[in-house]
C-alpha cells in the first residue's frame, strides 16, 4: 500500500488536481483561506489505521498528540476531551466532526484514484490483506474548520528525548489498540452468517461451500474477505473509532460523485457494490449495538443517578455522604442473548464496591454471550462522589488527637480505636527528634489529627489530618525520584481516564 501512501501525502499537499475535487475539501467560502503554520494555533498529530485501501476500511485513535507552536510545548490527550477545551466557546463537536471529515475526504480521493490508475495501462498490484499506519497533522486557529498540513505514512510520536512518560504510557496503548484489530480472531462462521442475514434478511445461505443471496448469485471471494474482516475490526475496535465506511451524506455523496467522474463507463461498479455491503452492514451492526442495553441499574443503597436512569444514557453521577462506605451495584440486562458484568468481561453482575472518599468509578458492561468469546456491547459509567468527613475550622483552643482505626470497623482487635489524646511529651518528641527514614512502606502508626475534643470526631478539622509513622519517618521524593520509581508501571488509565 505504500505507493498509495505516497499518492496521498501528494494530495494532502496539493489536495487534488481536479478543481472539483478542491472545492470539496475546501471549508465554506468565508473559511478558506490557506493559514500558514506559524498562524496556527494548535497543530494535532490524529493517528489513523487504514486496513483496507479498496474498499476504504479507516479507523482514527480516540487520543492524539497536541503541539501548541506559541508556547511551543506537546502532550497527549483524548481528542474528544482536547475539542471540548479548545473550542468550549464555540462548537467543540462540530470542529472535531469536521477534522475526521477532512481525512476521510482525503482518503476517498486516494482510493478512488488508485483504483482508477489499478484499473489503466499502468495499473500495479494491490495488496488486499495490507495496512497501513498513518499519521494526519492538521492545524487549527479559532475556526472550526481543519487544514491538512500533512500525512506521514507511519505512526509519528515525539523525539525520545523529548518525550515523558505520559508520551510512552500514549505510544504503548496506541500499538497495543492497533495490533488488537489486525492481529485479532474473535470471528466465527456464526458471526459471518449472522452478518450477511443482517444485510440480506434471512436470505443468505450455505450451499456447497458457497454463500449464496437469495437471487442465487454467489458472493466473492472479494466481498467474503471485506465482510469478514470487517466484522472482526468492529468487534476488536479497543480505543479506534471508525472513520469510514461512513453513513454520513456528505461522504456517501462524495465517493458517489468521485467514481462518477473517474468511471463515467462504470467499470468499477463492483467496488461500489461492496461499499453498499459494508454501509449495510454497519447500518445493522450499529442498530444492534444501540438495542443491546440494560433495563435497569439497582443499588443499595438507594443512589439518587443523574441523570435519572435510561437505558440509552451511558454516563450517571451521583453523590453519597462520608458515613457511607459500601455501595451494593447490579443490573439487568435487556435480551437473553446479554449479560451484564461489572468493571471486566467476566465480572459479577452484582457486587458491594468499597467507596473512598472523592471520585469513584463503577464501570458496567453489556456482553453478548452468544459468542464463544463474550463481546462487549455496550457499557455504562456511574461516578459516585464520597464527601470528606464533616470537619471544623481550628480555632485557638484545639487539642492533637491520635486515631488508629474505626471502632465500627476494626481491622486489628488487639490496638485501639477511636480517637485518643496525645501526650504533649509525645507530640513534643515527634517534632523535635530526627528520625531515620521508614525502611518498609507498612511501617505501624497512627494518624493525628487536631480536635477542639478528642471524645467528638465532629470537632476536628480533618482537612488538616497526616500520617506518623513509629520511630521514622517518609521521606518526600523528588520529582526524578518519583519518575524513576514508577518508570513502566501503569498508574491507573493515564491520560485515558
Same mark, same amino acid.
Given at each position: 500500500?505504500?505507493c498509495?501512501?505516497?499518492?496521498?501525502?501528494?494530495?494532502?499537499?496539493?489536495? @487534488?488536481?481536479?478543481? /472539483?475535487?478542491?472545492?470539496?475539501?475546501?471549508?465554506?467560502?468565508?473559511?478558506?483561506?490557506?493559514?500558514?503554520?506559524?498562524?496556527?494555533?494548535?497543530?494535532?498529530k490524529?493517528?489513523?489505521?487504514?486496513?483496507?485501501?479498496t474498499?476504504?476500511?479507516?479507523?482514527?485513535?480516540?487520543?492524539?498528540?497536541?503541539?501548541?507552536?506559541?508556547?511551543?510545548?506537546?502532550?497527549?490527550?483524548?481528542?474528544?476531551?482536547?475539542?471540548?477545551?479548545?473550542?468550549?466557546?464555540?462548537?467543540?463537536?462540530?470542529?472535531?466532526?469536521?477534522?475526521?471529515?477532512?481525512?476521510?475526504?482525503?482518503?476517498?480521493?486516494?482510493?478512488?484514484?488508485?483504483?482508477?490508475?489499478?484499473?489503466?495501462?499502468?495499473?500495479?498490484?494491490?495488496?488486499?490483506?495490507?495496512?497501513?499506519?498513518?499519521?494526519?497533522?492538521?492545524?487549527?486557529?479559532?475556526?472550526?474548520?481543519?487544514?491538512?498540513?500533512?500525512?506521514?505514512?507511519?505512526?509519528?510520536?515525539?523525539?525520545?528525548?523529548?518525550?515523558?512518560?505520559?508520551?510512552?504510557?500514549?505510544?504503548?496503548?496506541?500499538?497495543?489498540?492497533?495490533?488488537?484489530?489486525?492481529?485479532?480472531?474473535? @470471528?466465527?462462521?456464526?458471526?459471518?452468517?449472522?452478518?450477511?442475514?443482517?444485510?440480506?434478511?434471512?436470505? @443468505?445461505?450455505?450451499?456447497?461451500?458457497?454463500?449464496?443471496?437469495?437471487?442465487?448469485?454467489?458472493?466473492?471471494?472479494?466481498?467474503?474477505?471485506?465482510?469478514?474482516?470487517?466484522?472482526?475490526?468492529?468487534?476488536?475496535?479497543?480505543?479506534?473509532?471508525?472513520l469510514?465506511?461512513?453513513?454520513?451524506?456528505?461522504?456517501?455523496?462524495?465517493?458517489?460523485?468521485?467514481?462518477?467522474?473517474?468511471?463515467?463507463?462504470?467499470?468499477?461498479?463492483?467496488?461500489?457494490?461492496?461499499? /453498499?455491503?459494508?454501509?449495510?452492514?454497519?447500518e445493522?451492526?450499529?442498530?444492534?449495538?444501540?438495542?443491546?442495553?440494560?433495563?435497569?441499574?439497582?443499588?443499595?443503597?438507594?443512589?439518587?443517578?443523574?441523570?435519572?436512569? %435510561?437505558?440509552?444514557?451511558?454516563e450517571?453521577?451521583?453523590?453519597?455522604?462520608?458515613?457511607?462506605? @459500601? $455501595?451494593?451495584?447490579?443490573?439487568?440486562?435487556?435480551?437473553?442473548?446479554?449479560?451484564?458484568?461489572?468493571?471486566?468481561?467476566k465480572?459479577?453482575?452484582?457486587?458491594?464496591?468499597?467507596?473512598?472518599?472523592?471520585? %469513584?468509578k463503577?464501570?458496567?458492561?453489556?456482553?453478548?454471550?452468544?459468542?464463544p468469546?463474550?463481546?462487549?456491547?455496550?457499557?455504562?459509567?456511574?461516578?459516585?462522589?464520597?464527601?470528606?468527613?464533616?470537619?471544623?475550622?481550628?480555632?485557638?483552643?484545639?487539642?492533637?488527637?491520635?486515631?488508629?482505626?474505626?471502632?465500627?470497623?476494626?481491622?486489628?482487635p488487639?490496638e485501639?480505636?477511636?480517637?485518643?489524646?496525645?501526650?504533649?511529651?509525645?507530640?513534643?518528641?515527634?517534632?523535635?527528634?530526627?528520625?531515620?527514614?521508614?525502611?518498609?512502606?507498612?511501617?505501624?502508626?497512627?494518624?493525628?489529627?487536631?480536635?477542639?475534643?478528642?471524645?467528638?470526631?465532629?470537632?476536628?478539622?480533618?482537612?488538616?489530618i497526616?500520617?506518623?509513622?513509629?520511630g521514622?519517618?517518609?521521606? $518526600?521524593?523528588a520529582?526524578p525520584?518519583?519518575?524513576?520509581? $514508577?518508570?513502566?508501571?501503569? $498508574?491507573g488509565?493515564?491520560?485515558?481516564?
Open positions: 500500500m505504500r498509495c501512501v505516497k499518492r496521498l501525502i501528494l494530495i494532502s499537499k496539493i489536495f @487534488t488536481p481536479a478543481e /472539483w475535487c478542491m472545492n470539496q475539501l475546501s471549508a465554506p467560502r468565508d473559511h478558506k483561506d490557506i493559514l500558514k503554520a506559524q498562524d496556527l494555533s494548535v497543530i494535532i490524529a493517528y489513523v489505521l487504514v486496513t483496507s485501501l474498499p476504504l476500511r479507516a479507523f482514527i485513535h480516540s487520543a492524539g498528540t497536541v503541539w501548541h507552536p506559541p508556547k511551543k510545548k506537546h502532550f497527549s490527550v483524548k481528542l474528544q476531551r482536547f475539542f471540548e477545551v479548545f473550542f468550549k466557546s464555540s462548537s467543540p463537536q462540530q470542529a472535531f466532526n469536521n477534522m475526521k471529515e477532512a481525512i476521510s475526504k482525503l482518503l476517498l480521493i486516494t482510493e478512488v484514484f488508485s483504483e482508477s490508475s489499478a484499473s489503466g495501462p499502468n495499473s500495479y498490484n494491490q495488496c488486499s490483506q495490507c495496512f497501513q499506519m498513518l499519521t494526519f497533522d492538521i492545524g487549527f486557529n479559532t475556526s472550526i474548520y481543519p487544514v491538512v498540513l500533512e500525512v506521514h505514512d507511519n505512526f509519528v510520536f515525539q523525539d525520545e528525548d523529548e518525550s515523558n512518560i505520559q508520551d510512552q504510557t500514549f505510544k504503548q496503548f496506541l500499538f497495543e489498540d492497533t495490533f488488537k484489530i489486525l492481529l485479532s480472531n474473535e @470471528t466465527s462462521t456464526s458471526s459471518f452468517i449472522e452478518a450477511l442475514q443482517n444485510i440480506y434478511g434471512s436470505t @443468505t445461505s450455505k450451499v456447497d461451500g458457497t454463500y449464496q443471496k437469495e437471487d442465487e448469485q454467489c458472493l466473492s471471494l472479494e466481498e467474503i474477505n471485506a465482510i469478514n474482516s470487517f466484522v472482526k475490526e468492529l468487534k476488536n475496535l479497543g480505543q479506534f473509532e471508525l469510514f465506511p461512513s453513513a454520513a451524506p456528505k461522504i456517501q455523496t462524495l465517493l458517489h460523485n468521485l467514481y462518477r467522474m473517474v468511471d463515467p463507463m462504470r467499470r468499477l461498479g463492483s467496488v461500489l457494490t461492496v461499499h /453498499w455491503l459494508l454501509s449495510s452492514l454497519l445493522k451492526f450499529q442498530f444492534m449495538t444501540k438495542e443491546s442495553h440494560t433495563n435497569l441499574i439497582f443499588t443499595s443503597p438507594q443512589l439518587d443517578l443523574n441523570p435519572q436512569f %435510561n437505558p440509552r444514557i451511558k450517571y453521577y451521583t453523590e453519597v455522604p462520608f458515613d457511607v462506605v @459500601t $455501595v451494593k451495584i447490579g443490573a439487568e440486562p435487556s435480551n437473553c442473548q446479554c449479560h451484564v458484568h461489572l468493571d471486566e468481561k465480572g459479577p453482575s452484582i457486587a458491594n464496591y468499597p467507596l473512598g472518599l472523592g471520585l %469513584n463503577v464501570i458496567v458492561l453489556v456482553t453478548d454471550d452468544s459468542h468469546s463474550p463481546q462487549v456491547v455496550s457499557s455504562y459509567k456511574i461516578t459516585i462522589y464520597r464527601e470528606d468527613r464533616p470537619s471544623l475550622p481550628l480555632f485557638d483552643d484545639y487539642m492533637m488527637c491520635g486515631f488508629v482505626q474505626d471502632c465500627g470497623s476494626r481491622i486489628r488487639e485501639s480505636c477511636g480517637l485518643q489524646p496525645l501526650s504533649h511529651e509525645y507530640l513534643s518528641a515527634i517534632s523535635q527528634t530526627v528520625f531515620k527514614t521508614c525502611e518498609a512502606g507498612d511501617t505501624k502508626g497512627q494518624w493525628i489529627v487536631p480536635c477542639l475534643s478528642c471524645s467528638d470526631n465532629r470537632t476536628c478539622d480533618w482537612r488538616e497526616m500520617w506518623q509513622p513509629h521514622c519517618q517518609y521521606s $518526600v521524593l520529582r525520584e518519583l519518575q524513576q520509581c $514508577v518508570e513502566g508501571r501503569r $498508574v488509565n493515564g491520560f485515558y481516564i
